[in-house]
């Protein structure tokens, strides 16, 4: 082969992007999810603008009550949140979702014009994993949101890594009539004992 250095080079990383490529349509990759919750169109409007010239999805909900729709209706990848909105607020939609098996490791971005130390801490007790001030820097916001679905997708891979370790290990337990039940009996005495030693709700699962 007579390739001088740089044209190997350049054929390797066209290749090498090729096969990433087609891994990705193979795969069925999907652009990540965002859902913006604020009560001022405006917000949302611009958000949305400076989210999606990232090639993210944006969904949007004015209010608690509209986001917990969208969020059973397709769960989302990241949730940036309001504070301050009518009805529920986003503390308490935080806490919610925090609280539930189902939603508890969808990352969620408060976003707030308040700036006390007790309005960051009341996000934290509420579960909130990042928070961002207003008015918006677009830098920041792309910084915190690609580094929250980095984790969000790491996250998922050792979720279906787990699954995929469960399925096995009943699959032999069940195999041998005197182990059989033994997986199910651990996690539900270390449940128990998560209860006992005062675990929150959210940090126990069975």
Not at 6 to 19: E, F, H, I, P, V
Not at 64 to 85: G, N
Request: include cysteine.
């Amino acid at each position: 082969m007579n390739f001088r250095s740089g044209q190997r080079w350049t054929t390797l990383s066209s290749k090498a992007n090729s096969y990433q490529s087609m891994g990705d349509v193979l795969t069925g990759r999907r652009k990540p999810s965002i859902l913006v919750v604020d009560d001022h169109p405006q917000n949302v409007m611009v958000l949305s603008e400076l989210l999606s010239t990232r090639g993210y999805r944006i969904v949007s909900a004015q209010h608690a009550a509209a986001a917990e729709i969208e969020i059973r209706r397709d769960p989302p990848d990241l949730i940036l949140l309001d504070v301050i909105m009518p009805g529920k607020t986003g503390y308490e939609l935080c806490r919610q979702l925090k609280d539930d098996p189902l939603t508890r490791l969808i990352p969620i971005v408060m976003i707030t014009g308040l700036s006390a130390r007790e309005d960051r801490l009341q996000g934290i007790e509420a579960g909130a994993d990042d928070f961002l001030s207003k008015p918006i820097n677009p830098e920041e916001l792309f910084a915190r949101v690609s580094s929250l679905l980095k984790l969000k997708e790491f996250t998922d891979e050792l979720e279906t890594a787990e699954s995929v370790i469960c399925t096995l290990g009943l699959s032999v337990e069940s195999r041998d009539p005197y182990t059989e039940g033994h997986c199910e009996r651990l996690a539900l005495n270390a449940s128990e004992m998560g209860r006992h030693c005062g675990l929150a709700p959210r940090r126990l699962s069975t």
